[in-house]
């Protein structure tokens, strides 16, 4: 809610984002972060001792979460795991694939 409010909305021209909204993202963010924070105590990873798909799929959500100003930092346990991810090569190589194709997709509008 709150990524598509605070910057999908502005590139895809449907308007100025609504602060009613915002809010209410942030609300939940902090609802549901809290639920996890939790779910991760004492654990490696989400599921099982290692990485799995759940892990990736949840851990995508946290760079945009931080973009927006959400607080990720706030949640020991999300951080703690969070950081055990991005040092994982792979995923290093794509956050690293990811903040190229922004910078291209940036320097292409502004041109």
Do not use: C
């Not at 308007?15 to 909204?21: K, N």
């Not at 902090?30 to 990485?51: C, D, E, M, S, Y």
Request: aromatic share 10%; glycine share 8%.
């Amino acid at each position: 809610m709150v990524s598509y409010e605070k910057a999908s909305k502005a590139v895809l021209g449907h308007g100025p984002s609504d602060p009613a909204f915002v809010a209410r993202g942030e609300q939940n963010f902090i609802r549901f972060a809290a639920v996890l924070n939790a779910v991760l105590r004492g654990k490696t990873w989400l599921i099982g001792a290692q990485p799995t798909i759940a892990d990736f799929s949840v851990g995508g959500l946290v760079p945009s979460a931080e973009r927006m100003g959400l607080p990720v930092a706030d949640y020991a346990e999300i951080h703690r795991w969070y950081k055990r991810l991005a040092a994982l090569p792979a995923w290093r190589q794509a956050l690293a694939a990811q903040d190229a194709a922004m910078t291209a997709l940036r320097l292409n509008k502004a041109s």
